[in-house]
């Protein structure tokens, strides 16, 4: 942890909060979008401070990019009037509504506060920078499940090794034809990882406490089809089905 | 509370956004505005499955997020177009005028 690590992360905080408290106070909703689409950048940025890259990306693709796409859509094409856009007039149950929120916010603040061992957290942090300090070997991304062959166990150095000797025989002229560019299916193995660029020390120091794997698209892709993988189709089939109800509720008269 | 971010101030963070989207839904009256509230609170709990995941330096926490963002846009097309749905019968989206089940 350096200096502008937690910088960054208290602006990104402050910002994520201005900005929520923007989306409910403001009274135009194109502007409420507006703050929204602030706010998800926030929570990127905050993702990217969690060593979630990948899935910053995809904060930023789906809720930047494709959901508040729809929603200023509804909104322009709507063409909201000032009398609908204006939120209730200051009353009791508007009252009461922020006092429960402020409660909530302390009850759950309190609960934290006495759950999460501070001590403990430091003390874990420290013992964690000084494996990485210290390991010969990338820390292992993932353990192994109990249940046999619903878990890939994934080792990354051997998977690491495996490609830089299919490089290797690629580049010395050795590489058979089943080496080509696509590997021959292997029913042990069906779900093969793409051939990884060298991982290069020197970016790796760039950013502390990012090193390895961690985060990035190629660990979550390979739990995505491996031990996730119904849930990964069942997605699949609810999008579709999403994609359905939204065209048959929007349709003025369904045949 | 230290300078340096930890997994408490990441929670208090979430728990707060959370708090803030709660408000939201209950003091607003236009159903897209309830919608955007909706996504903060979903945001948080994605912010607080992260946290945990780098606190445990596993990356199942991540899978979670990925199907709760995938869910949530599945969410806001289908909630969308019940917006439009019902500006067409009631020519406005104040979840007032929505209390045909009420009675």
């Known amino acids: 942890m350096g200096f502008w690590e937690p910088l960054f992360f208290w602006i990104f905080a402050f910002g994520a909060i201005i900005t929520s408290c923007a989306v409910i106070w403001m009274r135009n909703p194109l502007y409420c979008a507006l703050a929204l689409i602030l706010d998800f950048f926030c929570f990127a940025g905050l993702y990217v401070l969690l060593s979630a890259h990948f899935l910053a990306v995809v904060q930023i693709l789906v809720y930047g990019g494709a959901i508040m796409v729809l929603f200023l859509f509804i909104i322009m094409l709507l063409n909201l009037r000032e009398r609908e856009t204006l939120s209730i007039p200051f009353q009791v149950h508007g009252l009461a509504a922020v006092v429960g929120g402020v409660a909530m916010f302390f009850f759950a603040a309190v609960v934290i506060l006495n759950t999460v061992d501070m001590d403990r957290v430091e003390e874990e942090r420290a013992r964690y920078a000084e494996a990485v300090e210290q390991a010969e070997e990338p820390v292992p991304l993932m353990t192994e499940s109990a249940i046999e062959g619903l878990y890939a166990d994934v080792n990354e150095t051997a998977v690491e090794e495996q490609y830089v000797e299919k490089l290797r025989a690629w580049r010395d002229g050795t590489a058979k034809p089943s080496d080509g560019k696509y590997p021959q299916f292997d029913p042990q193995r069906p779900f093969e990882l793409p051939p990884s660029l060298e991982p290069d020390p020197e970016l790796a120091q760039v950013v502390p406490g990012r090193e390895g794997l961690y985060g990035t698209f190629k660990p979550v892709s390979v739990m995505l089809v491996n031990r996730f993988v119904v849930p990964f189709e069942l997605t699949a089939v609810l999008l579709l089905a999403a994609i359905i109800g939204a065209v048959i509720l929007a349709k003025r008269r369904v045949a | ?103």
């Open chain 2, 1 to 103: 509370m230290s300078w340096e971010p930890t997994l408490a101030h990441f929670l208090i963070l979430s728990a707060a956004v959370f708090s803030i989207g709660l408000v939201g839904v209950m003091i607003r009256r236009n159903a897209i505005i309830l919608f955007m509230c909706i996504e903060l609170m979903i945001n948080s709990v994605n912010l607080t499955f992260i946290a945990f995941a780098r606190y445990r330096f596993e990356m199942d926490g991540h899978v979670f997020a990925f199907f709760i963002m995938a869910v949530a846009a599945a969410e806001a097309a289908v909630a969308l177009a019940i917006v439009i749905h019902v500006f067409r019968h009631k020519r406005g989206v104040s979840v007032d005028d929505m209390q045909a089940l009420k009675y």
